[in-house]
């Protein structure tokens, strides 16, 4: 069956700390990829999105995420988060571009 | 309107009565999506809509779930004789399909209907 793994449930960071944010899926064929956000009291947002060309994407708030291909991974990364960063992420894959499989989600705390 | 939308916010009942909630899409968004997410969980795909084609119901977990979509426009997800564990916040979702693709963009999220099963 598809599915998403997130590695990390729980990530704890101080300010200016770098992240990055595990993303598996178990899908052999073409997929598109996502990472939404939720803030707290808000609703679910997109992040970034890949579906195809360059492997790296960069979204909003400078994060970027990057797809390797041949490890069937998507990662979340940001080179120094802010004490806004603090929300709840999950990465999604949809194979072949409709139904939508979402992780787990991995909830960030950024310390101030 | 501006967004998707989705009544109740919140839903209180009692265990075994049936209890229906609405899901307004993004005007002109041809698909339409529903997900569960329990408490500490993530999102649990449920079904989807995508235009004039037939549903996508294989995440439905059981027969007393059910949804309907009007054309391309309101949803409604039914679940039948509730039982506890169907107490969770039920999300919404409706995109655009992206024409050079010939599949569907981002998902745009509602604010969720707080489901508790007492």
């Known amino acids: 069956a598809q599915s998403v793994s997130q590695h990390n449930h729980h990530v704890i960071l101080s300010e200016a700390a770098s992240l990055e944010l595990g993303c598996n899926y178990s899908y052999g064929g073409t997929v598109n990829l996502f990472w939404y956000v939720q803030y707290p009291g808000q609703h679910l947002q997109l992040l970034l999105k890949y579906f195809s060309g360059d492997p790296l994407v960069k979204g909003i708030k400078g994060f970027e995420a990057e797809f390797i291909k041949s490890k069937f991974s998507f990662n979340l990364r940001k080179p120094s988060v802010q004490w806004s960063d603090t929300a709840e992420y999950f990465c999604?894959?949809?194979?072949?571009?409709?139904?939508?499989?979402f992780g787990a989600g991995t909830r960030l705390f950024v310390k101030a | 309107g501006a967004g998707v939308s989705q009544s109740p916010s919140n839903k209180v009942t009692e265990k075994g009565k049936d209890v229906e909630l609405r899901c307004d899409p993004i005007s002109g968004h041809t698909a339409l999506y529903w997900y569960r997410q329990r408490l500490g969980q993530g999102l649990e795909f449920l079904i989807y809509?995508?235009?004039?084609?037939?549903?996508?119901k294989s995440g439905l977990p059981s027969d007393r779930f059910s949804a309907e979509r009007t054309g391309e426009s309101v949803s409604t997800l039914t679940i039948q004789r509730t039982q506890q564990e169907d107490s969770a916040v039920y999300l919404c979702?409706?995109?655009?399909?992206?024409?050079?693709?010939?599949?569907?963009?981002?998902?745009?999220f509602g604010p969720g209907t707080r489901l508790t099963v007492l």
């Open positions: 979702a409706s995109s655009a399909r992206d024409r050079e693709r010939r599949n569907y963009n981002e998902q745009f």
């Open positions: 809509f995508q235009g004039n084609s037939a549903p996508d």
């Open positions: 999604a894959v949809a194979p072949g571009g409709f139904k939508t499989i």
